[in-house]
């Protein structure tokens, strides 16, 4: 019989071997077995005939072989492609399914379970009395992976496995393992992906993953601080991030040097409440009093000035300083262009005078320089009400961050005490007040939100200052929390006045924004979604949505539930809302579930203005994926209805600013010549925030666009709207004079979180113009700053950039010349040219000469001073030219060829498509104290060789007053006297 099965299992052909199974001998259908258990991947076509017979022998317990008899008939579903079939069978097959054999049945079946086991795991999370139970088998075969892939370094595989099924044990061996294999950069992985927030869900497993990340952190053989602290803050533990801080501060000096390179990207994040907590741990581990300053003083003094230091980065502004440095000096703003634009709306609509004086504020972001205005002061004198307003608050955009004398620069406009004389002027200085100091509010004694609270207080039920004070209020407290400020706001929103209550709903928004689950927001929660309905003014209405949107910022799945209500609500103006809600509680996490959730409204709303926010919204979802957006919304760029088209434009301008993508610019070009105004305006917007930063050699279509926009504002026939957009978008084209993009995410990976507030505020200009101010939260530096342990900078530190100079040049600004005047011959009449004619004939003959044979002859004698000429149009021009003189030709220089690299100087212009290029001579004296640091905003130096003398800058504060040619109080006397000041009270 032996001999028999060797045959067979050698012919072409199953049918023998598989007829074994038929008969009734234990021990010869198990040989039949392992006979087909060897050719089952060729003859399987022949043996699934049997498969119900072999199905049977496996579900027979009492079979010696009915592992094997499942093996087969898991590998006859495998080759029929019924998968479930297949995997169900493998479970049963023991030993013969022996997931470290690497073949293809293998590796579907194993990927088969994974996938069921991770949706049994969801469920399991989800309601655990109603999952289905998991099968022991199925988690045998995933620990035998796990086992797998740790033989097979492949650790990598084995975090996507464990996260994916949301195994937090584990994760946490997964790390361990690498570790030990002295494979660290697993940690640095599984942090980018919690970064990215999209590939780990929901946010508490996320979050539990951080808490593990952290520990590992920390015990490592050189331990990256860099991430504790960002995991810490990830995890809001400012007091562990304090610790961890101080720790730094009492090592050596390149641990204190990484102290104050983890401060300064904490600054970076724009999270004003945590950095303020983490300031006062540090204050709370210093001994009080003078005697325990004394003593601290004499335990440790290298650590109170380290200390003081790190004080200066986190609480005195030192980050600020530096960028109002940079951004005074290296002032790229072409003035000429405000010129053009001022002369080609000028006596037209108010709303254009509006929009060059924004345009202006965001061409001088954070660069001190307002000579424009200045020099402007009877045309900016034009601005009326809600238009002067602006035109104040836009100061506060001009000097963003020029915390230390902002009061002196606004103190012509402010409220003096008494009662208001020019309501707009004092509530727009508010307004600038809370611009300037935008997340820098609680910084040193707040003294400017006790100013702000004083001027909401005095000025009694006047609604026009409630609104800039509350808009101050929320813009310098943001994300603190503040009770007693809350209580401020709340008392003028439940007074019900539409422009009082509007300020003060944003103001609450502000002031409480990410922080729905604190015990404050969950308990005013309820009387605002209240109150939505309680009041009759859509001006609240649409501003509490909008504070409820901001209080949910970065939940996520904790905001479903109140997003869910949002979004079921009769009132249009609060589905609004609830679009933003998304956009801002799943901020940058490409959720697949909010996304669907905003297409579907995007496409069946009743509402336009609700599917145009929900198109607006795709843009913040999905803004770290850039790439993918313009595909995303192309059909909708498309779509018949216009608001749906416009939110299509804003969507690409948000999620591609910067990058200059193709295909966002194909997407955007038809748009700026779309029928309907406001959607060119929308598509010019989205274009310029597309392009920003981009040279022309990267990209021609920056001169085509700002060519197209000054010929929009300079055409008689375009309406308000595209010319508004024209003129706003050559301010965002070159924003901060060339120098600052629009950022939501920090170099550390970071939500930004006054960028994206800043952005989805700005959005709101098409209900409320004075709200485009706010634009300027979400512009960022691009600088790179290299600065010594004693916040000096190294000018022998030096980057090299591998591309030519003019790939990220600044925009070059076109000199006009005036032309040269030339001499135009004067045409001579043809009667008076015969005249001529004959009395030089008669003169020819009184000398002697011979008559020429025709007038169309040019051969003159020498001695008449004149030439005659003929012309084909018979008249006859005498012009006293020299005719042997000859045009000089002019040889035009060759141009020399541009250089494919150069040397970055410190500081510089660094914009980030140009960071991939750069590197680090090998030969350079000084090192970032961060490995793998990325080469651009401030950096922290570590010096090789600190017995050497060194040439470095010095950080100047830009004073009041002073101008880019260095001249200072110029500002400061032109904006404070008294006829500038009256221009703001009396509203000539």
Not at 103 to 115: A, V
Not at 468 to 477: D, Q, R, T, V
Not at 751 to 778: C, D, E, N
Request: glycine letters at 6%; aromatic letters at 6%; one cysteine or more.
């Amino acid at each position: 019989m032996t001999s028999v099965l060797q045959h067979v299992s050698t012919s072409s052909s199953a049918a023998g071997v598989v007829s074994f199974l038929e008969e009734d001998d234990t021990q010869l259908k198990v040989r039949a077995l392992h006979k087909i258990y060897q050719i089952i991947d060729v003859h399987w076509a022949e043996i699934c005939e049997s498969l119900p017979l072999i199905e049977g022998l496996s579900e027979d317990d009492s079979f010696p072989a009915h592992d094997l008899a499942a093996a087969i008939a898991s590998k006859c579903f495998y080759h029929l492609q019924e998968y479930n079939d297949a995997l169900r069978l493998a479970l049963s097959a023991g030993k013969y399914f022996d997931v470290s054999t690497k073949n293809e049945y293998i590796e579907t079946m194993l990927s088969h379970c994974i996938d069921q086991y991770k949706s049994l795991r969801v469920q399991l999370l989800k309601d655990r009395d109603a999952a289905t139970p998991i099968d022991p088998r199925m988690e045998s075969i995933i620990e035998q992976m796990f086992q797998r892939c740790y033989r097979d370094v492949c650790f990598e595989q084995a975090l996507g496995v464990a996260l994916d099924t949301h195994r937090i044990d584990k994760v946490e061996e997964v790390i361990a393992e690498a570790v030990k294999a002295e494979k660290e950069h697993i940690l640095g992985y599984a942090f980018s992906l919690c970064q990215s927030a999209r590939n780990v869900t929901p946010r508490e497993f996320r979050l539990s993953v951080i808490e593990v990340l952290v520990k590992h952190y920390g015990q490592l053989r050189n331990p990256d601080y860099s991430n504790v602290v960002f995991g810490l803050q990830y995890l809001n533990r400012p007091k562990d991030a304090a610790q961890t801080l101080e720790q730094l501060l009492r090592g050596s000096i390149n641990e204190s040097l990484l102290a104050y390179q983890i401060a300064f990207d904490l600054l970076e994040t724009e999270n004003q409440g945590f950095i303020l907590k983490v300031i006062a741990e540090l204050s709370a581990s210093q001994p009080a009093g003078a005697e325990g300053a004394a003593a601290s003083a004499s335990a440790d003094p290298d650590y109170d000035q380290r200390l003081e230091k790190l004080k200066r980065v986190l609480l005195e502004g030192l980050d600020i300083d530096l960028t109002l440095n940079f951004l005074f000096k290296n002032s790229h703003t072409d003035m000429n262009l405000l010129k053009d634009v001022k002369q080609l709306i000028e006596g037209k609509s108010n709303v254009l005078h509006n929009s060059t004086v924004i345009a202006h504020a965001f061409l001088q972001t954070g660069s001190t320089i307002d000579t424009f205005l200045r020099d402007n002061l009877d045309w900016l004198a034009k601005a009326k009400n809600w238009a002067k307003f602006t035109a104040i608050a836009s100061m506060g955009v001009v000097h963003k961050g020029h915390i230390h004398q902002s009061m002196a620069l606004l103190q012509p406009y402010l409220p003096q005490g008494g009662e208001s004389t020019s309501p707009y002027s004092e509530s727009g200085a508010l307004y600038a007040l809370g611009l300037i100091h935008a997340n820098k509010g609680g910084n040193g004694d707040s003294t400017t939100i006790k100013f702000l609270s004083d001027a909401l207080r005095n000025c009694g039920n006047n609604e026009i200052v409630q609104h800039g004070a509350c808009l101050g209020i929320g813009l310098a407290a943001m994300a603190t929390g503040d009770a007693e400020l809350f209580e401020s706001l709340r008392a003028v929103l439940f007074a019900d006045s539409a422009i009082g209550g509007e300020g003060a709903a944003l103001g609450i928004g502000l002031l409480l924004l990410g922080q729905v689950d604190s015990e404050l927001a969950q308990m005013v929660l309820p009387d605002l979604l209240n109150y939505l309905h309680d009041t009759t003014h859509e001006k609240i209405i649409r501003a509490l949505s909008l504070a409820i949107a901001m209080m949910v910022y970065g939940k996520e799945e904790s905001a479903d539930v109140i997003i869910e209500q949002m979004m079921r609500d009769r009132d249009p103006i609060v589905r609004y809302g609830a679009m933003f809600a998304i956009a801002m509680a799943y901020c940058g996490t490409s959720d697949n579930v909010s996304l669907r959730k905003l297409l579907h409204v995007a496409v069946s709303d009743v509402s336009d203005d609700v599917r145009r926010a929900a198109v607006m919204s795709i843009g913040f979802l999905m803004f770290r994926n850039p790439e993918t957006v313009p595909k995303l919304v192309a059909l909708l760029a498309e779509s018949f209805n216009p608001h749906v088209r416009y939110g299509a434009c804003l969507a690409v301008g948000v999620a591609c600013a910067g990058t200059a993508l193709k295909d966002a610019i194909d997407l955007l070009t038809p748009l700026l010549e779309d029928a309907v105004d406001y959607v060119r305006q929308g598509a010019m917007l989205a274009m310029a925030m597309v392009l920003q930063q981009t040279s022309e050699a990267r990209s021609p279509t920056v001169k085509r666009f700002r060519d197209q926009c000054l010929q929009v504002v300079g055409d008689k026939h375009q309406p308000t709207p595209a010319k508004s957009g024209a003129i706003l978008a050559l301010g965002i084209l070159e924003a901060g004079g060339g120098n600052m993009s629009i950022s939501m995410v920090s170099r550390a990976g970071f939500l930004k979180m006054a960028g994206t507030v800043g952005l989805v505020m700005f959005m709101q200009y098409w209900y409320w113009y004075p709200l485009m101010p706010f634009f300027s939260l979400a512009l960022s530096p691009t600088a790179l700053i290299a600065l010594n342990g004693n916040f000096d900078m190294p000018t022998a530190f030096q980057l090299q950039c591998n591309a030519p100079p003019s790939m990220f040049a600044y925009h070059k600004q076109e000199e006009k010349k005036e032309e040269d005047k030339k001499p135009i011959a004067t045409a001579v009449l043809s009667t008076t040219a015969k005249a001529k004619a004959r009395e030089a004939r008669k003169e020819a003959k009184k000398l002697g000469l011979v008559r020429q044979p025709s007038i169309d002859s040019t051969t003159v004698p020498g001695s008449i001073p004149l030439e005659r000429v003929a012309s084909h149009m018979s008249t006859v021009s005498y012009i006293s030219l020299d005719t042997d003189a000859k045009p000089a030709v002019e040889t035009k220089p060759k141009k020399a060829k541009e250089p494919t690299s150069f040397t970055v100087a410190n500081p510089s212009r660094v914009v980030p498509a140009q960071v991939r290029f750069l590197s680090l001579p090998p030969d350079n004296r000084y090192r970032p104290v961060r490995h793998n640091a990325v080469l651009s905003g401030v950096m922290i130096l570590a010096d090789n060789d600190p017995e050497s003398p060194e040439e470095v800058l010095k950080v100047e504060k830009i004073s009041l007053g002073q101008t880019s040619s260095g001249d200072s109080g110029s500002l400061s006397a032109r904006i404070m006297t008294p006829d500038s000041t009256a221009l703001c009270r009396t509203g000539r």
